[in-house]
């Protein structure tokens, strides 16, 4: 049954990191580098879990705990991944290769976010965990992956930590909606996925046409 789960909740993983990188047309990231930032975002769910845990009975508001604790520190964790793995290098280039990277370190850490949830909830979570869960980590790591880019070329820290900041208010306001368990939280959950899908779909065709290695 495990293996069956683990193979489950690598389908939407899998299928939203073929679809980002078809979109990086003009300077394809090297296929290694994409598996060290899948893998890297797949630890990184660790020390998220601990900062969690911790804080988890230090804080009651549930604003702060989801925004400042959990949306911050799951941001946080996905961008170290790309920050300590593949920033520096030559390869990151192109202002694409920043959402390229980010979504990827996303989709790493929603995978075993996945596994966790189906192992211990059942197949009952398996729709809403592929659809709304995985596209939630991936337009929320957009938020800061785009930004990430601009802020290694003009060497501006600001641009990268505004995109943090935003990416853990999103992704701890619709973790309160979620939880709400209401008619009203789960529809401005999902308006939270759809506008920011729809954001981050704009980004990546700002970053195409902004591509040194565009023809």
């Not at 988890?56 to 790309?82: D, R, T, W």
């Not at 300590?84 to 694409?96: A, D, K, S, Y």
């Not at 996945?114 to 596209?135: C, D, E, H, P, Q």
Request: charged residues 15%; aromatic residues 18%; proline residues 4%.
């Amino acid at each position: 049954m495990i293996p069956f789960i683990i193979i489950v909740a690598f389908i939407p993983g899998l299928f939203w990191l073929f679809y980002f990188i078809k979109k990086d047309k003009y300077e394809p990231e090297p296929p290694l580098f994409i598996v060290y930032v899948f893998i890297a975002g797949m630890v990184a769910i660790l020390p998220a879990g601990i900062i969690e845990r911790f804080f988890h009975q230090l804080i009651s508001n549930k604003y702060i705990y989801y925004i400042f604790i959990v949306g911050l520190s799951e941001e946080m964790v996905k961008f170290l991944a790309v920050r300590l793995t593949v920033f520096r290098n030559r390869e990151f280039n192109e202002p694409i290769d920043g959402i390229v990277y980010s979504t990827t370190a996303a989709l790493g850490f929603a995978t075993v976010e996945n596994i966790l949830y189906m192992m211990t909830m059942g197949w009952k979570v398996i729709f809403v965990r592929a659809v709304f869960s995985t596209l939630g980590h991936i337009v929320f790591a957009a938020l800061w992956g785009y930004p990430l880019y601009k802020s290694k070329k003009t060497g501006k820290k600001r641009y990268v930590v505004f995109g943090l900041f935003i990416a853990a208010l999103m992704h701890g306001l619709y973790n309160i909606f979620i939880i709400s368990a209401q008619l009203y939280g789960l529809l401005l959950a999902v308006a939270i996925i759809i506008i920011l899908y729809c954001l981050m779909n704009r980004d990546i065709k700002k970053a195409e046409e902004e591509s040194p290695y565009k023809k």
